[in-house]
């Protein structure tokens, strides 16, 4: 396991399936460790972006830190659009809150 201290090179996809839903995963790992039921639900990842993410970096609609200890924990950070969910929402409890809303979808 690497250290969120020293950061990590990430890249973030663009869900074709939702406007405004975004996933962040490890560079090294990509796409690989989404679960099954995820990609169902997402559609067409579209690469949007590389960068490397350190705690204190400022993000439009996530933390950072939030960010980084997602993909420590289960390989990636779901961003849910904000007309779902709003900006207050978005912290380390909206994966829990994202997870649920695609399991109600199936």
């Known amino acids: ?3 969120n201290n020293e950061g ?3 890249e973030i996809y663009r869900c074709s399936r939702k406007e405004g839903m975004y996933i962040y995963v490890d560079k090294k790992d990509g796409l690989e ?3 099954d039921s995820l990609n169902k639900k ?3 990842m ?3 972006m590389g960068l490397m993410l350190t705690p204190d ?3 439009a609609r996530a933390k950072a830190k939030d960010v ?3 993909i420590e924990a289960q390989g990636f950070y779901l961003q849910m659009p904000p007309n779902l969910y709003g900006e207050a929402k978005e912290s380390s409890h909206a994966i829990t809150e994202a997870n649920n ?3 109600s979808q199936k």
């Open 8 to 10: 990590r090179l990430c």
């Open 46 to 48: 579209v690469f949007a």
């Open 57 to 59: 970096k400022k993000l």
């Open 33 to 35: 460790k989404l679960p």
């Open 42 to 44: 997402t559609g067409k």
């Open 101 to 103: 809303f695609l399991e």
């Open 68 to 70: 980084l200890d997602a």
């Open 1 to 3: 396991m690497s250290s």
